[in-house]
Protein backbone atom coordinates (compact mmCIF):
# COMPACT_ATOMS: atom_id res chain seq x y z
CA UNK A 1 0.00 0.00 0.00
CA UNK A 2 1.40 3.25 -0.39
CA UNK A 3 1.92 5.47 2.06
CA UNK A 4 -0.68 8.64 2.23
CA UNK A 5 1.88 11.69 2.61
CA UNK A 6 -0.45 14.00 3.32
CA UNK A 7 -2.46 11.97 5.77
CA UNK A 8 0.93 11.51 7.77
CA UNK A 9 1.86 15.24 7.59
CA UNK A 10 -1.33 15.89 9.26
CA UNK A 11 -1.02 13.63 12.18
CA UNK A 12 2.80 14.63 12.62
CA UNK A 13 2.14 18.09 13.04
CA UNK A 14 -0.69 17.60 14.91
CA UNK A 15 1.64 15.48 17.02
CA UNK A 16 4.12 18.21 17.08
CA UNK A 17 1.91 20.65 18.03
CA UNK A 18 0.93 18.43 21.44
CA UNK A 19 4.70 17.89 22.23
CA UNK A 20 5.56 21.47 21.66
CA UNK A 21 2.85 22.14 24.11
CA UNK A 22 3.66 19.29 26.30
CA UNK A 23 7.51 20.64 26.53
CA UNK A 24 6.13 24.94 27.12
CA UNK A 25 3.55 23.12 29.72
CA UNK A 26 6.66 21.42 31.77
CA UNK A 27 8.77 24.16 31.56
CA UNK A 28 6.25 26.38 33.28
CA UNK A 29 5.33 24.15 35.53
CA UNK A 30 8.77 23.75 36.35
CA UNK A 31 8.92 27.79 37.44
CA UNK A 32 5.50 27.83 38.34
CA UNK A 33 4.13 25.00 40.09
CA UNK A 34 0.57 25.56 40.77
CA UNK A 35 -1.18 23.45 37.91
CA UNK A 36 -1.68 19.31 39.18
CA UNK A 37 -0.55 17.01 36.44
CA UNK A 38 2.52 14.52 36.76
CA UNK A 39 4.78 16.97 35.63
CA UNK A 40 3.44 19.75 38.04
CA UNK A 41 3.36 17.70 41.10
CA UNK A 42 7.03 16.42 40.36
CA UNK A 43 7.68 19.77 40.36
CA UNK A 44 6.17 20.81 43.20
CA UNK A 45 8.07 17.86 45.06
CA UNK A 46 11.53 18.98 43.60
CA UNK A 47 11.80 16.17 42.25
CA UNK A 48 13.90 17.82 39.33
CA UNK A 49 15.34 14.40 37.74
CA UNK A 50 11.33 13.36 36.97
CA UNK A 51 10.90 16.59 35.40
CA UNK A 52 13.60 16.36 33.71
CA UNK A 53 13.06 12.94 32.33
CA UNK A 54 9.67 13.72 30.88
CA UNK A 55 10.80 16.88 29.35
CA UNK A 56 13.53 15.27 27.32
CA UNK A 57 10.73 12.19 26.54
CA UNK A 58 9.16 14.73 25.08
CA UNK A 59 12.45 16.52 23.39
CA UNK A 60 12.98 13.09 22.05
CA UNK A 61 9.92 12.34 20.40
CA UNK A 62 9.68 16.25 18.99
CA UNK A 63 12.75 15.78 16.95
CA UNK A 64 11.93 11.71 15.85
CA UNK A 65 8.62 13.59 14.63
CA UNK A 66 11.20 16.22 13.11
CA UNK A 67 12.99 13.39 11.36
CA UNK A 68 9.62 11.85 9.94
CA UNK A 69 8.79 15.17 8.70
CA UNK A 70 12.05 15.44 7.32
CA UNK A 71 11.25 11.97 5.50
CA UNK A 72 8.43 12.69 4.05
CA UNK A 73 10.00 15.91 2.63
CA UNK A 74 12.59 14.07 1.13
CA UNK A 75 10.35 11.20 0.07
CA UNK A 76 11.68 8.27 2.04
CA UNK A 77 9.13 8.24 4.55
CA UNK A 78 7.82 4.61 5.91
CA UNK A 79 11.04 2.72 4.53
CA UNK A 80 13.52 1.90 7.87
CA UNK A 81 16.53 3.67 8.36
CA UNK A 82 18.38 0.99 9.45
CA UNK A 83 17.65 -2.02 6.68
CA UNK A 84 15.80 -0.11 3.95
CA UNK A 85 12.53 -2.42 4.02
CA UNK A 86 9.00 -0.65 4.27
CA UNK A 87 8.00 -0.15 7.90
CA UNK A 88 4.51 -1.78 8.47
CA UNK A 89 1.89 0.04 7.98
CA UNK A 90 0.38 -0.77 11.25
CA UNK A 91 3.63 0.44 12.88
CA UNK A 92 3.56 3.63 11.21
CA UNK A 93 -0.04 4.09 12.16
CA UNK A 94 0.74 3.50 15.55
CA UNK A 95 3.79 5.59 16.12
CA UNK A 96 4.36 7.65 12.57
CA UNK A 97 7.56 9.08 13.58
CA UNK A 98 8.77 5.58 13.52
CA UNK A 99 12.42 5.32 11.70
CA UNK A 100 12.64 1.78 12.16
CA UNK A 101 10.55 -1.48 11.44
CA UNK A 102 9.67 -3.38 14.09
CA UNK A 103 12.67 -6.23 13.68
CA UNK A 104 15.24 -3.39 13.60
CA UNK A 105 13.67 -1.58 16.78
CA UNK A 106 13.39 -5.03 18.51
CA UNK A 107 17.33 -5.36 17.52
CA UNK A 108 18.37 -2.48 19.16
CA UNK A 109 16.26 -2.83 22.03
ZN1 LIG B 1 14.56 -2.52 9.46
Known amino acids: MPIDAHHFRE ?8 FEKRVNTIHNHARDPLNADSAEQAAELGNVEVVSALENEAVQELADIDHALQRLQAGNFGICMTCG ?25
Open 85 to 109: EDINHERLTARPASAECLDCAELND
Open 11 to 18: ILLTAKAE
